[in-house]
């Protein structure tokens, strides 16, 4: 009979009460000499760029949360407005000195007609200093920019550009009671 004793792999560092010559977890010889892996010189050279990268975007990133936070809480505004009212609303975004908004304009007005009473339509003019919470609140990057919410406020289209006229319509027949 063979004399069991403790042995420790030197692979997988398990210990264990055996005679057997190789490790029943990982099948390592017990006499097997296990180097270890040489450091990567990559590794340490990529540590100084990494932290630099890290400490200038980690502000930008601060930054860029903070912003949609703001950003959030202003579109909140608007929305607890339109839960008020309990109608669907459409934020039309135009410029007076924009062409395609002035192209724009007889649509969203003939829509607003069509649906008096059922949805309201909101023309916002972004140079207007008392808009300029709702074009950053929506993020308007562009004009003419239509946003369409429905009765719980929650924004359902957002379209940059000047819409055909059918394509307006199926958009707010959508929220429209």
């Given at each position: 009979m063979t004399e069991q004793t403790k042995k420790r792999c030197p692979s997988c560092h398990q210990s264990d009460i055996t005679d057997f010559s190789t490790c029943r977890f990982c099948h390592t010889r017990y006499d097997a000499v296990i180097k270890a892996a040489p450091e990567s010189s990559i590794g340490k050279q990529l540590v100084a760029p990494i932290a630099i990268v890290l400490l200038v975007l980690g502000p930008i990133a601060l930054i860029a949360h903070h912003a949609r936070e703001v950003q959030t809480a202003k579109l909140a505004v608007i929305r607890d407005e339109i839960k008020s009212v309990g109608r669907p609303r459409v934020l039309e975004f135009y410029a007076t000195w924009c062409g395609p908004c002035k192209a724009y304009e007889p649509t969203v007005l003939d829509c607003s007609r069509r649906y008096a009473g059922r949805v309201d339509f909101q023309r916002l003019d972004i140079d207007d200093p008392e808009n300029k919470r709702y074009v950053a609140a929506m993020g308007v990057r562009a004009v003419p920019t239509t946003c369409?919410?429905?009765?719980?406020?929650?924004?359902?289209?957002?379209?940059?550009?000047?819409?055909?006229?059918?394509?307006?319509?199926?958009?707010?027949k959508k929220v429209a009671r």
């Amino acid at each position: 009979m063979t004399e069991q004793t403790k042995k420790r792999c030197p692979s997988c560092h398990q210990s264990d009460i055996t005679d057997f010559s190789t490790c029943r977890f990982c099948h390592t010889r017990y006499d097997a000499v296990i180097k270890a892996a040489p450091e990567s010189s990559i590794g340490k050279q990529l540590v100084a760029p990494i932290a630099i990268v890290l400490l200038v975007l980690g502000p930008i990133a601060l930054i860029a949360h903070h912003a949609r936070e703001v950003q959030t809480a202003k579109l909140a505004v608007i929305r607890d407005e339109i839960k008020s009212v309990g109608r669907p609303r459409v934020l039309e975004f135009y410029a007076t000195w924009c062409g395609p908004c002035k192209a724009y304009e007889p649509t969203v007005l003939d829509c607003s007609r069509r649906y008096a009473g059922r949805v309201d339509f909101q023309r916002l003019d972004i140079d207007d200093p008392e808009n300029k919470r709702y074009v950053a609140a929506m993020g308007v990057r562009a004009v003419p920019t239509t946003c369409i919410f429905n009765e719980n406020g929650q924004e359902v289209y957002h379209q940059s550009g000047d819409l055909p006229q059918e394509w307006l319509d199926d958009a707010v027949k959508k929220v429209a009671r």
